[in-house]
């Protein structure tokens, strides 16, 4: 493609379709999984583990990098020296100023950290001998976070492009608020379901 | 526009939305005859129960039957659909390609290792996948239960991820594409009803699919991690196998939630198209534009709620099994909306009899024989006497069998001239349909017939069972029509390679229609309209306005006041 066939306006309104696809679709994948560990937990030989204390910590760090994907967004949609001309209002392409700049490379760490948090997670249950296998329980919490963590690792690439490339900025950081609402469902599944 | 040059630009990475189009159509022929082979020694082995009972054990018959439902639901009509769909939309909303073009080229380029990986499976040890297209647990589950089992199923799995994830990708662009790249003047409701058909399809796919991508990495894990999600201890082979206490029925809830909307993300967009190819022939707007389209949205919700009526027989409690034959006999409702669209498209019409008309009315018989026995299918007292038999086999085969391979035949000789700037051959055409409709509706018609005789479906030799015998006179007939209706497809493939080079040449609009694709150039240069895109004024099918007007107008007239 020479730089983009579609005018600006157009391709903006279906990269948003495109988020919106991309996040029923996921959506319905964990809704699936939910809908088998409920059906699940009703059988015999059910029991809940307790899981590893630093996911709440994992949490935290997950929520945190949400507000400061927030901030960017916002930085970069109402630039701090574009206030007075308000023409440049809505736009994307305002360059941050200050402490805003480094919102996007923290929350793509605080990202990376999170997931560096749930595989010490990992570890701390197979420290303990609960392996995928062990019982439904740990077969599902593996099945959850992984599939949940590499859903994370895709949205950080699309942070990460989002670092050069302004343009999707914006759906970078929806997908990601996402992916934290997708984390609290986990746990709230995990934690009181079943 | 990039205009890609060279061989490998231009023809193989292409990212032509009509090059990626045709590939998937040329790949949905190649991927057929395999199938249709398939379909040609199950049926050998019915008739002639002793004949390559060597080569062919019970174990590859239902390999064989497993393999040729898989293949030609998702790796023929999905394909094919897939192929049209790339086609037809951009050109019938007046865009110059989809709105991801790379992403296109991706999604055919993912879909290929999966068509390889489904062949490769043929040739491990132990051979293709068992467990049939719904690849239900145990058989799929336990690497041991039968030699299918094992690395088959493997592959099995591993292709139908791929196909799922490119099929994701190829939906991705349709929506985004239809939703944001109508020329001028496209509104919503003057849109050709086939875009509004693979819309629907589209919607359906992208939210019924995920479940089973949910259900393939529990069985992966069940498969090669030693999880129990759908396994169970169970005896195998006179031996206890301790394997957990998982519950296999719980793959086939989330198989059937994609199973059923996947079978209107075939028959819509096949309805659809039937419904666009009429009104060149009938020289009449189709009937019920507006009513048709509502009922597919009303379909399309009432899809995903109706699963359970695959299930009747799993001993589910007796009102759940009442909630979903109910839901399924409403469905019938809005479906039979489109039938009857379909039917009275025909009335008062001065018909032209051309090849892709003769396939348009097959596809409305076909419509209404296999949402008739649709009918027994959803009442669960008579469900659970027809429930495995050849009953529920000519009801699908009518469904996603006849209804979509027929529509996809009458959309190939019709847009043929847009792709290839060429005409099929019109006699060859003729006898190609006599040839296909003719058999593919009787032989539909008579596994009925066994199946109210109680013939059990992937049964490799029927005549093992005394209960059995008064079924054997249909089975040589069909047996014999099957062969008739393979053969008669090398008709096909031969008017199709030919008339690429050989066909006479076609004009822009050779079936005098109204819809966009018909006054860009055939074939269509890249990127579709020259310099300024179409317009549009009007209605997608306004023929035969009335008295003292042209007899069709197309959608870039401008209205006169
Ligand atoms: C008129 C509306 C329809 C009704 C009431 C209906 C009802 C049913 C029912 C109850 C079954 C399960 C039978 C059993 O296994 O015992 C069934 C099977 C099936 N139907 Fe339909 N159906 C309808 C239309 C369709 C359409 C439009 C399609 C495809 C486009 C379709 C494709 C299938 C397939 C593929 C199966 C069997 C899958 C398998 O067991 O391998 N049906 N139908
Ligand atoms: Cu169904």
Partial sequence: MTADALPAPVRAQSNRVLV??????????????????????????????????????????????????????????????????????????????????????????????????????????????????????????????????????????????????????????????????????????????? | MEHRQGFLGKYVFSFDHKVIGIQYIVTAILMAVIAGALAVIIRTRLAWPGVGAKAFPPEAYISFVTMHGTLMVFFVVSLALSGLANFLIPLQIGARDMAYPFLNMLSFWTVVPACLIMLASFFVTGGAAASGWTAYPPLSAVKEAVPGSGLGQTLWLLGMALFIFSFTMGGLNFLTTTLNLRTRGMTMRRMPITVWGFLVATVLAILAFPPLTAAALMLLADRHLDTSFFVTDMLMGGKYRALGDGTPLLFQHLFWFLGHPEVYVLVLPCICMTFDILPAFTRRPIFGYRPSVYAMLVIGVLSMIVWGHHMFVTGMNPYVGKYFSIATVIITAPFSILGVNLLASLWRARMRFATPMLFALAVIS????????????????????????????????????????????????????????????????????????????????????????????????????????????????????????????????????????????????????????????????????????????????????????????????????
């Fill in chain 2, 366 to 561: 076909a419509v209404g024989l296999g949402g008739f026995g649709g009918l027994f299918l959803g009442t669960m007292t008579s469900d659970i006497y027809f429930h495995d038999t050849y009953f529920v086999v000519g009801h699908f085969h009518l469904m996603i069998g006849t209804v979509t391979l027929l529509s996809i035949f009458g959309a190939t000789y019709f847009w043929f001239p847009k792709m290839f700037g060429r005409m099929m051959d019109e006699r060859l055409g003729r006898w190609h349909f006599w040839l296909t409709a003719g058999p593919m509706i009787t032989i539909f018609v008579l596994m009925h017939m066994q199946g109210l005789g109680g013939m059990l479906r992937r049964t490799y030799d029927p005549s093992l069972y005394p209960y059995n015998e008064h079924n054997s006179t249909l089975r040589l007939p069909i047996t014999l029509l099957a062969f008739l209706l393979f053969l008669a497809q090398s008709i096909f493939v031969w008017n199709f390679t030919k008339s690429i080079f050989k066909g006479e040449k076609a004009p822009a609009n050779p079936w005098e229609a109204t819809t966009l694709e018909w006054q860009a150039p055939s074939p269509p240069p890249h990127g579709n309209f020259g310099e300024q895109l179409p317009v549009v004024h009007r209605f997608a099918y306004e023929y035969s306005p009335g008295e003292g007007q042209a007899d069709f107008v197309p959608q870039t007239v401008e209205k006169t006041a």
């Fill in chain 1, 20 to 194: 919106v696809a991309l996040i029923a679709t996921t959506a319905m994948l964990f809704t699936a999984f939910a809908a088998a560990y409920l059906e699940r937990s009703g059988a015999r030989g059910w029991r809940r583990l307790d899981l590893p204390g630093i996911l709440w910590a994992n949490t935290l760090v997950l929520a945190l990098s949400s507000v400061a994907a927030e901030i960017a967004r916002r930085s970069r949609a109402r630039p701090f020296d574009a206030v007075k001309d308000r023409s440049n209002v809505a736009s994307f392409t305002g360059k941050p100023q200050g402490i805003a700049r480094w919102a996007l490379p923290a929350s793509v760490l605080l990202g990376l950290l999170f997931l560096a948090g749930q595989a010490a997670a990992w570890a701390e249950l197979r420290a303990e001998g609960v392996f995928l296998p062990t019982s439904p329980y740990a077969s599902f919490f593996y099945l959850l976070t992984a599939i949940h963590a590499v859903h994370v690792a895709a949205a950080l690439l699309a942070l990460s492009v989002a670092l050069t490339r302004a343009r999707i900025l914006g759906l970078a950081v929806g997908f990601w608020h996402f992916m934290g609402i997708v984390w609290l469902y986990v746990l709230l599944i995990l934690k009181v379901l079943g």
